[in-house]
């Protein structure tokens, strides 16, 4: 059991928002930042958002980030069948000085 | 440009140590603004975190594997290392070498940079 809780599966229509949800707690995503990565399959993890709310150049505007108190959120529009992958989020845990990944949240775009 | 690429014996005995090591290209590894780490994904299930280096030697470990696990870098050949001891089959994963931002970097606390991926099976 991942200590950042995602939904395992989210599913949208071509074109529309969808969004992932990433809860956690004060020791972690209350107090630290977090990045979030898109990981198709047979290669290696993208950086998507990083900061809680900023995109790496080359990120598309489509993407963005959020946070409030423990939990954060990705939010994707105008969703393309090239979306489809798998999001983690990802932050800094102060009490296990450790880095922390969600579980995961499974895209499908229908 | 800074690329990461892993390398490694694919095949590890259960029991035995898996070593793999990260070449950074590209850029400086003796930086005081960015971490190296290690994430891996075992089949069928997601990212997990093993640790992080900074170039002076300071580390930080999974709690998890805490135990069994030692990240070194070698800043005098461009590049850090993992080793794993007395590995079972639920150490078979595709092993990611990474870079982490930290203060000063612009992207505190996120792996920008990433390696392909080096998948290790540990099998008899």
């Known amino acids: 059991q991942s200590v950042l809780t995602q939904p395992p599966s989210v599913s949208a229509a071509p074109g529309q928002k969808v969004t992932i949800s990433c809860s956690g707690s004060?020791?972690?995503?209350?107090?630290?930042?977090v990045s979030w990565y898109q990981h198709l399959p047979g290669t290696a993890p993208k950086l998507l958002i990083y900061?809680?709310?900023k995109r790496p150049s080359g990120i598309p505007d489509r993407f963005s980030g959020s946070k409030s108190g423990t939990s954060a959120t990705l939010g994707i529009t105008g969703l393309q069948t090239g979306d489809e992958a798998d999001y983690y989020c990802?932050?800094?845990?102060?009490?296990?000085?450790?880095?922390?990944f969600g579980g995961g949240t499974k895209l499908t775009v229908l | 440009q800074l690329q990461l690429q892993e390398s490694g014996p694919g095949l590890v005995r259960p029991s035995e140590t898996l070593s793999l090591t990260c070449d950074v290209s590209?850029?400086?590894?003796?930086?005081?603004?960015?971490?190296w780490g290690w994430i891996r994904q075992p089949p069928g299930k997601g990212l997990e975190w093993i640790g992080i280096?900074?170039?002076?030697?300071?580390?930080?470990?999974n709690p998890s594997l805490k135990s069994r696990v030692a990240i070194t870098v070698d800043t005098s050949k461009s590049q850090f290392s993992l080793r794993l001891t007395s590995v079972t089959a639920a150490d078979t994963a595709v092993y990611y070498c990474?870079?982490?931002?930290?203060f000063g970097s612009g992207i505190h606390g996120a792996f920008d940079i990433w390696g392909h991926g080096a998948l290790v099976t540990v099998s008899s």
């Open positions: 990802e932050t800094w845990d102060n009490s296990l000085t450790a880095d922390l």
């Open positions: 004060s020791s972690n995503i209350g107090n630290s930042y």
């Open positions: 900061e809680n709310d």
């Open positions: 590209g850029d400086s590894i003796s930086t005081n603004i960015y971490f």
């Open positions: 280096i900074y170039y002076n030697g300071n580390t930080y470990y």
């Open positions: 990474a870079r982490r931002g930290y």
